[in-house]
């Protein structure tokens, strides 16, 4: 049996993800989060995106797993910066605090797309349907 899915939402959290995931590659790939332009301490973020393809994949895109992607997503981009900070990575280019705010905001986008999911997967019906 099917829950009943808020679509409106459903599109926020499928766009905040890829928004998110499209930014994360542009970033990593072309100036680099961490260190310099080519520090292959980046090449990390390919397996945040992975965990957050696989889940979705396992999920079926359904809001309530994709939910769960989305939140080992964030949670693997906290692994990652927390890596890049006691490893020294990205030094001197990156310092901690840009570590740590530029994965923070991958984390909050991540995160925020679960909560969208998650909110998605109530099933509420939309404002302003009969």
């Not at 970033?27 to 397996?47: C, E, H, Q, T």
């Amino acid at each position: 049996m099917r829950t009943r899915v808020n679509s409106t939402t459903y599109r926020s959290a499928i766009g905040v993800a890829l928004a998110a995931a499209a930014l994360l590659v542009w970033l990593s790939l072309g100036v680099g989060i961490i260190g310099a332009d080519g520090d292959p301490a980046n090449r990390m973020y390919f397996g945040v995106l992975a965990v957050g393809i696989i889940r979705a994949i396992i999920a079926r895109f359904q809001p309530q797993g994709m939910a769960r992607a989305l939140f080992a997503t964030a949670l693997a981009q906290g692994l990652v910066a927390a890596i890049a900070l006691i490893a020294g990575l990205g030094l001197p280019w990156s310092p901690p605090a840009e570590i740590i705010l530029l994965n923070g905001f991958f984390i909050a986008l991540f995160s925020g797309s679960a909560w969208l999911f998650r909110r998605a997967a109530r099933g509420q019906p939309e404002r302003g349907s009969a």
